[in-house]
């Protein structure tokens, strides 16, 4: 092989092992993405349930009759 060839060589092993890097690099920063949008997904999901578990506590407290002194509902 020529110099100018062991050159280009050289240049392309190096183009490659830079590309690698910053395909790492963006991988793990896509990694740590997919962790944070999992965590905000959880919490906005036990949010959602609670706030529904709240709102049929709340449904089932105005609709339930109300009895007076003597376990009697009231008129």
């Given at each position: 092989?020529?110099?100018r060839d062991?050159?280009?060589?050289s240049i392309s092993s190096d183009n490659m092992q830079h590309a690698y890097w910053e395909l790492k690099r963006e991988m793990s920063n896509l990694h740590l993405v997919?962790?944070?949008q999992a965590e905000?997904?959880?919490k906005l999901k036990t949010s959602t349930a609670i706030k529904k578990a709240l709102s049929q506590n709340r449904a089932m407290?105005?609709?339930?009759?109300?009895?007076g002194t003597h376990g009697v509902?009231?008129?």
């Open positions: 092989l020529k110099s062991l050159q280009k060589l997919t962790q944070v905000l997904l959880r407290r105005s609709t339930a009759p109300v009895l509902k009231d008129k």
